[in-house]
T-cell receptor, first 110, second 111 residues
């Protein structure tokens, strides 16, 4: 079955450590996205990529980095520069109309 | 700056009630408005609206867009406990290929 796989589902990290969240899709979608969700704030766009080897900053890119070396993969690194990284992270992909979301990764920094 | 505002932020009703969720937006070059239901993790697609005044319907759920007033509503009739979720409204600007989300409405249906 086609879909988006995010891993891990839950992640705990110590403050000051970088951490990478995985997002893989087998839908053959060109565009991929990373959103952050905090309680009461909906989804906010971190980074997006419309083609391989190209990506753009979203509304809250500071403290995050991404790469798009393969069409299927769009990993997100949460760096130590992100002041408040504890959140729920959602990956999505799209082609023309229609967005598909992964099941998310809940990151907790202790 | 593109903006989507949903109201109410939270709503608690009894099973069988009808609810209306609101979504207003300010976006340059509107392309489409989408509604999603989020129960635990991944948002699931409900409706996409591009034309004003045309109601989209799926079972007990329906939605309509008013492009003049920059507004959409999502109606749920005869609510069931399984309708409890966060409902997200998002707008896609023309040429942007990205979604701008509202804060979401947390709907709780009590038996």
């Amino acid at each position: 079955d086609g879909g988006i796989t995010q891993s891990p589902k839950y992640l705990f990290r110590k403050e000051g450590q970088n951490v990478t969240l995985s997002c893989e899709q087998n839908l053959n979608h060109d565009a991929m996205y990373w959103y952050r969700q905090d309680p009461g704030q909906g989804l906010r766009l971190i980074y997006y990529s419309q083609i391989v080897n190209d990506f753009q900053k979203g509304d809250i890119a500071e403290g995050y980095s991404v790469s798009r070396e393969k069409k299927e993969s769009f990993p997100l690194t949460v760096t130590s520069a992100q002041k408040n990284p504890t959140a729920f992270y959602l990956c999505a992909s799209s082609i023309f109309y229609g967005y598909t979301f992964g099941s998310g990764t809940r990151l907790t920094v202790v | 700056e593109d903006k989507v505002v949903q109201s109410p932020l939270s709503l608690v009703v009894h099973e069988g009630d009808t609810v209306t969720l609101n979504c207003s937006y300010e976006v340059t070059n509107f392309r489409s408005l989408l509604w999603y239901k989020q129960e635990k993790k991944a948002p699931t697609f409900l409706f996409m609206l591009t034309s004003s005044g045309i109601e989209k319907k799926s079972g007990r759920l329906s939605s309509i867009l008013d492009k003049k007033e920059l507004f959409s509503i999502l109606n749920i009739t005869a609510t069931q406990t399984g309708d409890s979720a966060v409902y997200l409204c998002a707008v896609e600007p023309q040429g942007a290929q990205k979604l701008v989300f509202g804060q979401g409405t947390r709907l709780t249906i009590n038996p």
